[in-house]
C-alpha cells in the first residue's frame, strides 16, 4: 500500500514536473535548500517535524498533499525574521484511516508540506510565501528533474504551490479561513 501512494506521488509530480520546468530558476537553488534546511530545523524545535513529534487528530485530505492530513500553525524565526510557519503532515496511501495515521504514523507519512512568511521583500506578489515539501525523514523532495522543492514552488507555472495557492485568497491558506495577520507582517 505504501508503494502505491509513493507511485501515486511520483507520477503528479511527473505531471507537474513539465509545468514547474519553466520556472526552474525560480525554486530549489542551493540558497532555497540551505533555507528549507533552517526552517526544517526550526520545526524539529518546536516538536512539529522529526521524531517525537506532536501529533493531532489527522483529518481526511486529498492530492497532492495526503489522504489523511495534520495541519499546525505556528511561528518560527529564521534568519532573524519571525514569520508564520504552517506545517502540514501528509498521510497515506489512499483509503489510509484515522485509527491506522494514529497507531503508526511513521508508517503512513508521506511527506511534510510547509509555507513560512518571510520577510516582506522576499516576493510580495506571492505574498512572501516560502514553500517546501520534505520526505518524513526531513530531506526535501525533488521533481522529476531533479529540482528540491523549496522557495517559490510553481510560480509562473499552472501547477505547484504557488500555482495552487494563489487560488485560496489572499492568505494562500485552504486549511483555514482565519486571517494570520497578527502573525504576519
Known sequence: MKTTFKMAAVLGLGLAGAAVAQDAAMFGGDEDQAYAAQVWQAMVDQNLAGEGAIMSFPYPGTDPHGMMLETFYSRATIDGHDGALVVKRNYGPEGVSVDEVLGAPAEHLGAVTVMYRREAGYDDETGNWFYAKYLPDGTLDMTPDGMALAGLVGKNA???????????????????EAELEPMME
Open 158 to 176: 499552472e501547477a505547484g504551490c504557488i500555482a495552487c495557492h494563489q487560488n485560496a485568497g489572499d492568505n494562500y491558506l485552504f486549511t483555514t
